[in-house]
T-cell receptor
Framework: DSGVTQTPKHLITATGQRVTLRCSPR?????VYWYQQSLDQGLQFLIQ???????AKGNILERFSAQQFPDLHSELNLSSLELGDSALYFC????????????FGPGTRLTVL | SQQGEEDPQALSIQEGENATMNCSYK?????LQWYRQNSGRGLVHLIL?????REKHSGRLRVTLDTSKKSSSLLITASRAADTASYFC????????????FGTGTRLAVRP
């Protein structure tokens, strides 16, 4: 158990819908990262938040957005869902100054029908 | 895009044998991390090796890093059926902030 929690574990929804994925980082970790794992793209970085502020963006679609709240939990919002958005979405967290050692949550498996 | 390429893509060995996986990357890095993933589940952090380190051990795991060749290897000794999983290397590139760039992974099957 990495100490990073993600909810829900599974999500099945229809095209065009909007979903919210939630992540709670390990105690003391200020950085939260979101990654997407799909069969065709592999593991890809989406976005990073540090202590409530967006720090870095990767290949995140405009239909996707995220935020980190004062209690440091983070949410990833996916809207206007398409079939190709079906993937495993991981959240990771890290401690500043610890070599960027990132610990991953169990993931949310999103299926868009 | 995937910075890392892992080799082999798949590996099947007998319990008790050693398993070696290789990872190559393209840019200068701060460190390289190895993760294990069991059958589409979460990523488990195995080991981190800094760019100024050449070798690191953790239990049955041995990681080497050759920054001149931009490559790393993960050796699992005395493998067990429970080691069956996919293994990924992830690089923390100097030019890319804190994001990790993952390799394509090696699928390891350990036969009992």
């Amino acid at each position: 158990d990495s100490g990073v929690t993600q909810t829900p574990k599974h999500l099945i929804t229809a095209t065009g819908q909007r979903v919210t994925l939630r992540c709670s980082p390990r105690s003391g970790d200020l950085s939260v990262y979101w990654y997407q794992q799909s069969l065709d793209q592999g593991l890809q970085f989406l976005i990073q938040y540090y202590n409530g502020e967006e720090r870095a963006k990767g290949n995140i679609l405009e239909r996707f957005s995220a935020q980190q709240f004062p209690d440091l939990h983070s949410e990833l919002n996916l809207s206007s869902l398409e079939l190709g958005d079906s993937a495993l979405y991981f959240c990771a967290s890290s401690v500043p100054g610890r070599d960027n050692e990132q610990f991953f949550g169990p993931g949310t498996r999103l299926t868009v029908l | 895009s995937q910075q890392g390429e892992e080799d082999p893509q798949a590996l099947s060995i007998q319990e008790g044998e050693n398993a070696t996986m290789n990872c190559s990357y393209k840019t200068s890095i701060n460190n390289l991390q190895w993760y294990r993933q069991n059958s589409g589940r979460g990523l488990v952090h195995l080991i981190l090796i800094r760019s100024n380190e050449r070798e690191k051990h953790s239990g049955r795991l041995r990681v080497t890093l050759d920054t001149s060749k931009k490559s790393s290897s993960l050796l699992i000794t005395a493998s067990r059926a429970a080691d069956t999983a996919s293994y990924f290397c992830a690089t923390d590139a100097k030019s890319s902030g804190d994001k990790l760039t993952f390799g394509t992974g090696t699928r390891l099957a350990v036969r009992p």
